[in-house]
């Protein structure tokens, strides 16, 4: 059988796409509300949307999944909505031990994608691999804010790591973006904020497609 795997930041895991999942998120979010919904992760916070959802998910018998299998697609798209915006995508296929195809989908926006992003660089096609992800706690600033990490690990039960040199050469070039604009008497955070990012993403996006050729040229021939 084929499943849509997909992330969700509220309960941090991945779920199988489903008529329940797709009950079970917007039955929570209607309690929620749209701005508590949006503020995603939030713990055992009685007023968060992260005991809502649990809630619903219980309800519909909705469970989290480890995906593992071995690694036979890597790859970028953009969808676009009615309204004309596009959102990209990271894809990652695998094949379950009982022959199940599960296809990742996330958004190369998120922590998530690129964090596997990040490491996918150093797994190779026919790889078997197990895929898990949670939210985090930071503190900065005298605030929490959450991220949400990512585990990739090898047959043999070892972490594969992150391309170390991929992620500073990003850091370094976001910083240069804020230098920049600063230089140029810009100094408004959202704007700065919103600017790193969009390069963030670019960055992430190239190093995707340079991965999705691998697997590409990989791919048996139809």
Same mark, same amino acid.
């Given at each position: ?31 929620? $509300?749209?701005?508590?919904?949006? =503020? $995603? ?16 998910? =219980? ?20 969808? &676009? ?9 990271? =894809? ?22 690129? &964090? ?25 600033? $005298? ?80």
């Amino acid at each position: 059988m084929k499943f849509l795997i997909l992330y969700s930041t509220i309960l941090g895991g991945f779920y199988a796409q489903s008529e329940a999942l797709t009950n079970a998120v917007n039955a929570a979010r209607h309690e929620a $509300g749209d701005d508590l919904w949006k =503020r $995603g992760y939030s713990g055992n916070d009685p007023k968060g949307a992260t005991l809502i959802a649990k809630k619903y998910f =219980r309800a519909e018998n909705v469970a989290a999944i480890v995906p593992e299998g071995e690694l036979q697609h890597v790859g970028f798209v953009t969808n &676009r909505d009615a309204s004309g915006n596009t959102y990209p995508k990271l =894809r990652v296929g695998l094949v379950a031990a009982n022959g199940d195809q599960l296809l990742l989908s996330l958004d190369v926006k998120s922590d998530v994608a690129q &964090r596997l992003i990040g490491k996918l660089d150093n797994c190779f096609p026919g790889q078997q691999i197990k895929v898990s992800a949670w939210p985090t706690t930071v503190q900065r600033d $005298g605030r929490t804010f959450i991220n949400h990490a990512v585990s990739v690990k090898g047959l043999d039960g070892k972490e594969i790591p992150t391309n170390s040199a991929f992620s500073a050469s990003v850091k370094e070039i976001c910083n240069g973006v804020e230098v920049a604009l600063k230089s140029a008497g810009i100094t408004d955070k959202k704007v700065i904020a919103t600017a790193k990012a969009t390069k963030r993403v670019d960055a992430y996006k190239e190093m995707l497609v340079k991965i999705q050729s691998i697997f590409t040229v990989a791919a048996p021939a139809a």
